[in-house]
């Protein structure tokens, strides 16, 4: 080999070396228990068939550039794992302990897939932890008590899984929360109170949660609350009166009791589900109504329908107690258009001012049937409400409102 041949293989050679040193070195610059978290972590979860995303995952190059992980110096501060694409197959395995090495981390989270195992207790030593999100996924076990000492979360989601127990009462001590979203999972207990003065959704619906809400067991930050399709009994109207930024409200299908506050119909709520509780009283709004879907129905709510619900555009407020007849103001709205679901049937409803040949506009649904009156018009009424058009005379006379 001439002198030329050998210059070039020695270049070459220092080349691969260079090439090597700066892998090395791309390495070097994590700190090691990071890096041996992330091998830890990795070993522990895998693509599902038609995801891809650990491919980037080559322990011989700088791991800050691996998909998911995100640094700041030496150290991971945010771990996404999984394509956040819509409909990507995300992934399989158990989540490791490791994942507590992480000292930096202050953003965790899995797009759905099916993870399974227990939440590990090492998550609360995150003490920097501000976002952990691990949603539909099939994550089973209690949620650990441990939780309480992530004093900087402000989301917690971990919604659409197995999880069983009660939700720690450490939990409603998180002075930063904001978001605690644990719906659709089989939680049992009570709702613990919170105590953070910033938070603003709580959504626990699809649950077996049981017991009573204390008046000052949420704060008046709160915007959307969700706790249907649960256990949940007692009186809300002293909670509720104290919530005036909520805008979405669901406490439909639990055993609610007592009366429903009027100033809860002049918050800034867009859709207000209360249906199917036990809730008595009459209803009396104090102005207008601007929420545009008031779901009332299956109460026991009695009286005159107040003509301040005229204004709501999908009003149910069937399956009650209310007598008298429907304010005119009703048929007005109705036969132009403005309201289009009025749901009035199986109540003890006397008489509504509209006329048989009256022309209800295509969009419009009324239903009045089973009430102390011949309905004057006939319109379609859901299959649920039966066949019969009057509620028998006897039940007319017992039933005085």
Not at 152 to 159: E, F, Q
Request: aromatic share 8%; glycine share 6%.
């Amino acid at each position: 080999m001439g002198k030329q041949g050998r210059r070039r293989m020695g270049s070459y050679a220092l080349f691969l070396i260079a090439l090597f040193l700066c892998k090395f070195l791309a390495v070097a610059i994590l700190d090691p228990l990071d890096f041996l978290a992330l091998q830890s972590i990795r070993k522990s979860l895998h693509d599902l068939p038609g995801s891809n995303f650990f491919a980037s995952w080559d322990f011989t190059s700088d791991p800050c550039n691996f998909a998911g992980v995100y640094c700041d110096s030496d150290k991971v501060i945010a771990l996404n794992l999984g394509d956040p694409r819509a409909g990507s197959p995300g992934l399989t395995g158990r989540i490791d302990p490791a994942i507590g090495k992480l000292s930096a981390l202050a953003e965790l989270s899995i797009v759905p897939g099916r993870i399974y195992g227990s939440l590990p207790q090492s998550v609360s030593q995150l003490k920097d932890l501000r976002f952990l999100a691990i949603s539909r996924n099939f994550i089973s076990g209690d949620i650990p008590a441990t939780l309480g000492q992530l004093r900087s979360l402000k989301t917690l989601d971990l919604s659409y899984n197995q999880l069983t127990g009660e939700i720690p009462r450490s939990i409603g001590t998180l002075p930063e929360l904001t978001n605690v979203i644990l719906c659709h999972n089989h939680l049992s207990g009570s709702v613990p109170p919170f105590l953070s003065q910033v938070l603003t959704r709580v959504d626990l619906k699809h649950n077996a949660l049981t017991g009573s809400l204390a008046p000052d067991s949420l704060p008046p930050s709160l915007q959307s609350l969700s706790l249907a399709w649960n256990q949940l009994t007692g009186p809300v109207d002293r909670l509720l009166s104290r919530l005036d930024q909520l805008n979405y409200l669901d406490l439909s299908l639990n055993q609610f009791t007592g009366p429903i506050p009027s100033q809860l119909f002049s918050f800034p709520i867009t859709n207000l589900q209360l249906e199917r509780n036990l809730f008595t009283g009459s209803v009396q709004p104090a102005d207008q109504v601007t929420i545009s879907t008031v779901d009332l129905s299956h109460n026991r709510l009695w009286g005159q329908i107040s003509p301040m619900f005229s204004t709501v555009q999908n009003l149910y407020l069937n399956n009650n107690r209310f007598t008298g007849q429907v304010p005119a103001s009703f048929v007005d709205r109705l036969l132009s258009g403005s309201i289009q679901i009025l749901y009035l049937q199986h109540n003890y409803l006397t008489g509504i001012e509209i006329k048989p040949t009256a022309e209800i506009p295509v969009s419009s649904s009324l239903c009045l049937q089973y009430n102390c009156m011949v309905p004057p018009v006939q319109t379609p009424c859901p299959l649920k409400a039966g066949n019969e058009k009057t509620r028998p005379t006897a039940q007319c006379n017992e039933w005085k409102g």
